[in-house]
């Protein structure tokens, strides 16, 4: 529907984003464009750059194009066209890619990928595991499209068919994202099959100025360490420096021997050890391997800053401490256990300090066996057991448009979408007889 047949006419939106890519991401005049083609004159391209009322042929769109890749084969090929595709009877084909991406977001059976949008060449659903904002456009994004932008992730981010995690900065400093706990109540909560909750990862409960009751959940992260190869994967994950990850995997796999019988997890188990409340396994291995198991202290020591912000935060989440008066009127701190929090999985928003506990998407994947969605205001990555196809990661740049953006795939090629809208979560939830939010 939105196919450019044989000329395009510029609009006042594309010729200000096309000075905004040629200035900001490729980094270059008119004049050296020209320069990197014998086949334009400034007079062919002069209606790309100001509004004159004439209409360009695809032949000198392409042109540019083969220009600029010419000039900056790293940053991909075929902007113009997309950019002038996004703008192409925009206004009259808005409802069309409306009902195209509604129908996108009904499917929703998404496991390791997520929905950006529909591709307004293809009018295909487009699909991807990152999607990830073009460094040079952030000096162009308005205060406004930054906005825009971040609630289309937040609807992109409702859909997943999986447990979604945002890093705690991002619901303090972005207007929209602040209110993404209450919106994700407010859309995933209307189901019963799907109640929707929001949990704090190794962060109090009331963690935003009292925005809503979280509640806070641990996972042991070692708990899926069966084996060395395992342990050494997991403290690589946790960040261990490479130089220290091998006696980090070391004081796993002791802490893994320690709790064999299931008594404790895994992650007590190496508190247990490291603070000397339990004995430290003996390992045997045969002489002709020539291995030589490390030294509890370069074990413990390697991995103190490493484990020790999970145990905390794990405990943390199983253990209440409060204070209760005596009869001598004196203060007594009591333990108290943590009643289990009603985690679900696959409606679950997880709050988590990325500063602090940074692979916490990593072991909310481990530990469930599933996708998980990290999101962001200016996109998201998608965390999963296994390797993820890189072919399915995107770059993303805005077009001025708030339902249209840019997108580069993984072999370098430019093309327009149309992003999903949070009305439409609303026409969804109708469908099912459910009140909008």
Partial sequence: ??????SFQPTPGFIRELDNVLRWVWNVTVDEMLSATSSLTRADIEPLLQATGKSVSLGTI????????????????????????????????Y????????????EGAYVRTALVGVGIRSEK????????LLPEARQWLRWDLQRAYARRFATIAQQFQGTVVVDVENLRNDHVFQNLPQDWRAHKGRRKEDPGDVFTYGLPPEVVDGLYPGRIIG????????GFDDAWLVAVKLGAEPTAAINVAWAIMQA??????KSRPTITAWGALERGYITTPQFMIPSETGAVIPTPESMWNASRPVLTPWLRAYEAAKVDYVMRPNREKLSTMMLKTRGRSTYSPRSALVVYD????????????????SSVLEVRPDGFNIHCPGTLNVDEAVTWMPTGEETRALIRDAIGQWRAVHLPEPHMLERIQSEFGLRAP
């Fill in 1 to 6: 529907m939105a196919a450019i047949n044989g």
């Fill in 62 to 93: 392409d042109a540019c194009d083969a220009a600029l890749y010419r000039l900056r084969p790293h940053l991909g090929r075929g902007v113009v066209a997309a950019l002038a595709l996004a703008f192409h009877e925009y206004g009259e084909s």
């Fill in 95 to 106: 409802n069309y890619f409306n009902d195209l991406t509604t129908d996108a977001l009904r």
């Fill in 125 to 132: 659903a487009v699909y991807a595991n990152a999607c990830t």
């Fill in 219 to 226: 996972i042991d992260p070692l708990a899926k360490c069966f």
């Fill in 256 to 261: 893994v021997t320690a709790s064999n019988d």
């Fill in 354 to 369: 990325s500063q602090s506990l940074p692979a916490v998407p990593y072991v909310l994947a481990a530990d469930e066996n």
